[in-house]
């Protein structure tokens, strides 16, 4: 049996640090075209791609998500533990240096197309998000799947009007894309038996 496609899945890592060589446009080609191979409610294909690329827009957006991030974590500090903390911390870095990041792609949901029902719209965006960051991975790209600029407290609506994004259009994922710094190992994952019910709960 060929276990190749279930080696990308199993390997799959966030990635926060980047090189900050270039992506080829072949290669973004490639993980866009996944990204709308993925299947959605009625086929409606709601999706809509923002691929951000020059460093001046990718400031203005750092300078809105940085600033909604602090906020957040400021409220939260007291209350996290030492595990928490340390993911905090890598988040901070990747978003105070979004700007060097190479690409930045933010996968929209167009709410004209998509169904009505939260549960459709949602499950018609996030499998061609997930197409896109296994076939990233594939092909030895890094991403980082955030809700960065994605809700009104994360700075949704300045980065919408930083992008000129119209008002029936939902960012649904910012997601950073580039050459990982560094090789890591496989995610470590709950065991099979602590979350798998067979035939009821």
């Known amino acids: 049996m060929d276990n190749r496609f279930i080696d990308v899945i199993l390997s799959l890592r966030t990635v926060r640090n980047f090189k900050t060589e270039q992506i080829e446009d072949e290669k973004l080609s490639l993980i866009l075209k996944a990204a709308t191979s ?8 709601p999706w809509e791609f923002i691929v951000v690329k020059n460093i001046q827009i990718k400031k203005k957006i750092k300078e809105v998500i940085a600033s909604a991030w602090r906020n957040h974590v400021l409220k939260r500090l007291k209350e996290i533990d030492d595990k928490t903390r340390k993911v905090y911390d890598d988040a901070t870095q990747l978003v105070d240096n979004s700007e ?28 061609a998000v997930q197409n896109l960051l296994l076939a990233a991975h594939s092909i030895g790209l890094g991403t980082c799947l955030t809700t960065h600029g994605c809700t009104p407290t994360r700075g949704e609506a300045e980065v919408k009007e930083i992008l000129g994004i119209p008002e029936h259009i939902k960012i649904s994922g910012l997601i950073f894309v580039g050459y990982p710094a560094k090789k890591l ?14 035939d009821g709960w």
């Not at 993925?38 to 294909?45: D, E, K, L, R």
């Not at 990041?101 to 499998?127: G, M, Q, W």
């Not at 190992?185 to 067979?198: A, I, N, W, Y």
Request: proline share 10%; hydrophobic share 35%; aromatic share 4%.
């Open 38 to 45: 993925a299947p959605s409610s009625g086929n409606t294909q």
């Open 100 to 127: 060097n990041v190479p690409v930045i792609i933010l996968a929209c949901l167009d709410l004209r197309k998509a169904s009505k029902t939260e549960e459709a719209k949602f499950a018609s965006i996030y499998p």
């Open 185 to 198: 190992g496989p995610p470590k994952r709950h065991e099979l038996s602590t979350v798998v019910h067979m």
